[in-house]
């Protein structure tokens, strides 16, 4: 897996927000210098007697996920919780974690922590995000180089090379996001198998990014 080094910082941003308001934190972080976004639904839960009274504690969200360099990435999380004024009850959460390594949209990256000597852990999670209908290629792909199987999610994307419109309006392709936990030896190898697979770096094709994983609970050797 042939990743660059040359000292930047990446971070993961993670915004859950209410249904329907995953495209506005989106076109904030691009004018932010965020080049686009992950979108997927989830299902949050509140603790109020009326909506409680009228069986509607299951409030559907939406989780965004971005990457971006560490200064920017501070920057647009700083823009977007003005904007979205997440200080206020029941407007969403947000937070960014250190992504170890990433590949996809024309460029690699490899965390400096591994060239410093750092421990390395057992286990890492590999986020393939690509278009619906190849998520099994990456399954495949995956399982040829190691991989023990792998959870595939739904969502939409827009990124730079994403988004088109109709009648003036933006339409979001639908993406798949394929998770998978493996172990750090063999996370090089998976790595470059799916990116080799499905050209990753070629441009609107997916991005890879690495999470370290620190505990584990069900895995099977």
């Given at each position: 897996m042939k990743l660059s080094s040359d000292g930047k910082e990446f971070e993961l941003i993670c915004f859950v927000v209410n249904f329907g308001v995953g495209s506005k934190?989106?076109?904030?972080?691009?004018?932010?210098?965020?080049?686009?976004?992950?979108?997927?639904?989830?299902?949050?839960?509140?603790?109020?007697?009326?909506?409680?009274?009228?069986?509607?504690?299951?409030?559907?969200?939406?989780?965004?996920?971005?990457?971006?360099?560490?200064?920017?990435?501070?920057?647009?999380?700083k823009v977007i919780n003005e904007k979205l004024a997440l200080h206020k009850p029941n407007h969403g959460i947000a937070f960014t974690t250190t992504v170890r390594g990433f590949v996809g949209r024309h460029f690699s990256f490899r965390s400096e922590q591994e060239s410093r000597g750092a421990e390395i852990p057992m286990y890492h999670a590999i986020y393939t995000?690509?278009?619906?209908?190849?998520?099994?290629?990456?399954?495949?792909?995956?399982?040829?180089?190691?991989?023990?199987?792998?959870?595939?999610?739904?969502?939409?994307?827009?990124?730079?090379?994403?988004?088109?419109?109709?009648?003036?309006?933006?339409?979001?392709?639908?993406?798949?996001?394929?998770?998978?936990?493996?172990?750090?030896?063999?996370?090089?190898?998976?790595?470059?198998?799916?990116?080799n697979e499905l050209h990753i770096e070629q441009p609107g094709n997916g991005i890879i990014f690495v999470l370290d994983v620190t505990q584990t609970y069900g895995l099977r050797q």
């Open positions: 934190v989106i076109k904030l972080a691009k004018q932010c210098g965020i080049s686009g976004g992950t979108i997927f639904l989830g299902r949050g839960t509140v603790n109020h007697p009326i909506l409680k009274f009228l069986d509607l504690t299951d409030i559907r969200k939406e989780i965004v996920l971005m990457l971006g360099e560490k200064s920017t990435a501070e920057y647009a999380l995000v690509v278009d619906r209908g190849k998520a099994e290629e990456v399954i495949e792909a995956a399982t040829k180089a190691g991989s023990r199987g792998g959870t595939i999610i739904n969502a939409r994307g827009s990124g730079i090379h994403e988004t088109h419109t109709l009648f003036s309006m933006a339409i979001e392709p639908e993406k798949e996001i394929v998770m998978i936990l493996a172990e750090s030896q063999t996370t090089e190898a998976i790595v470059t198998a799916i990116r």
